[in-house]
């Protein structure tokens, strides 16, 4: 079990705007009929970070997320929000701090979109002006468009309207914690991609602490900074970032619950490691060819990579072509394959693939730091179980 996270890994996330710490202190909730809904719960989601609370139907995951808000509350242990115990916290101010997209979107559907966005603050007083210009920021910033949109009424808007006026709806006021439960999970898989996409977009503008349930791994993975992942009886088996969590599954619970495509799904969270390149022979494109034929037998290389005189990535050459008079330059060929250094080792893998390739170039910026061929992939990939190679927040 691992449920107490190190600092956050997702370097940016400090210094978000009013992004708050929410920690739960061996927090229990067992329902009057005696239904144990989670049990000794210590868990703590980073300022700022994505944590995703995913595990199959009833394990607890909305119970969880309905205590930190106060529609649930617990039966022992405690729940602090920044600095305050829940608990303490008058219920109006809280729901000011804490934005909740509901499980099936639930606006009202009586209210037009823009009268649904503005619910929180006119619940908590602002004045009309204050009002109408965040909900016509928030509803761009979503990406519906007020003029369009803003009238209609939630049976007028497609499903994945719906969903993103839920998460506008959700983050009217401003608030330092977004609580959402199975936003996207009444959305076709296209859709869903979308707006996966659209919100870690939205999350990276606006930092907030974010709890997200779902019961959908590729979701957690593609999402969260960190995920717990919850077994019936409401416990935590593991809470750990993605690659970690697919690299060293805690329990067999988990290793199941992940699938036995985990080391694929790896591939998305892990980044390369400048340690892990390979460097073979390299040439300039004013280099004479027999120069280079000569450097490759030296290496044992069957080709070379041809940099241009300010060392960026100009495109390979052969053994075979390295033959006659003349210079590189002619007889070297363009190369597209290539990934910044930043990239996971599932781009790198996927642009070998489709440009059919051996091997893909790495690049710093411009300039060239070495290749990546399916060995030195492999060999990156093992490293990883060892938790050594940095890891790609959220990346697809
Ligand atoms: N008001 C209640 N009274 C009794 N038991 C309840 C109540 N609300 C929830 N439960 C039970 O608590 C457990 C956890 O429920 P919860 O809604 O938190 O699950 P969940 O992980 O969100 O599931 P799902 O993925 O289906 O939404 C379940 O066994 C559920 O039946
Ligand atoms: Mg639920």
């Given amino acids: 079990m691992d449920a107490n996270p190190p600092a956050g890994h997702r370097t940016t996330a400090s210094g978000s705007s009013g992004a708050e710490e929410i920690r739960l202190d061996g927090v229990s909730k067992t329902y009057p009929d005696g239904t144990i809904g989670v049990r000794e719960l210590d868990l703590t989601f980073a300022a700022g970070e994505l944590s995703v609370l995913v595990g199959p139907s009833g394990c607890g995951k909305t119970t969880t997320m309905k205590m ?49 966005v503005a619910t929180v603050p006119r619940l908590v007083g602002w004045d009309k002006k204050r009002t ?88 957690a993975v593609r999402l969260g900074d960190r995920i717990a992942v919850m077994s019936e ?15 060293t599954p805690a329990t ?8 036995a495509d985990r080391g694929l799904k790896r591939l998305a969270v892990t980044g390369i490691d400048p340690d892990d390149l390979e460097h073979p022979p390299v040439a300039h494109v004013d280099d004479g060819l027999a120069d280079v034929r000569a450097s490759m037998e030296r290496a044992g290389a069957r080709w070379a990579v041809v940099l241009d005189d300010q060392q960026h990535l100009h495109g390979w050459i052969s053994a075979d072509r390295a033959a006659g008079a003349g210079t590189v330059y002619g007889a070297g060929k363009r190369m597209e394959a290539w990934v910044p250094v930043d990239a996971s080792l599932k781009a790198a893998f996927s642009t070998m693939l489709q440009l059919e390739a051996g091997w893909v170039a790495v690049l710093d910026g411009d300039r060239f730091l070495g290749v990546l061929t399916p060995a030195s992939l492999h060999a990156a990939l093992r490293r990883s179980v060892d938790g050594t190679v940095p890891e790609i927040a959220g990346a697809v």
């Fill in 252 to 259: 067999p619970f988990v290793a199941d619950f992940v699938g």
């Fill in 233 to 247: 009886g409401g416990t935590v088996e593991q809470f750990a970032p993605p690659a970690d969590l697919l690299g």
């Fill in 132 to 219: 109408q210009d965040r909900v016509e920021e928030l509803l761009t910033l979503v990406g519906l468009d007020p003029a369009t949109f803003g009238d209609r009424y939630p049976h007028q808007l497609s499903g994945g309207q719906r969903q993103r006026a839920g998460v506008a709806r959700a983050l009217a006021a401003d608030p330092a914690v977004l609580l959402m439960d199975e936003p996207f999970s009444a959305v076709d898989p296209v859709v869903r991609e979308r707006l996966q996409t659209e919100f870690l977009r939205l999350q990276d503008t606006v930092r907030k602490t974010i709890v997200f349930v779902t019961h959908d791994i590729e979701e």
């Fill in 68 to 116: 930190i808000n106060r529609i649930i509350e617990p039966t022992t242990g405690r729940i602090l929000l920044g600095e305050d115990d829940v608990t303490r916290v008058d219920p109006v101010q809280l729901r000011r701090r804490i934005g909740y997209v509901i499980q099936n979107v639930g606006l009202f559907p009586h209210q037009s979109v823009r009268r649904n």
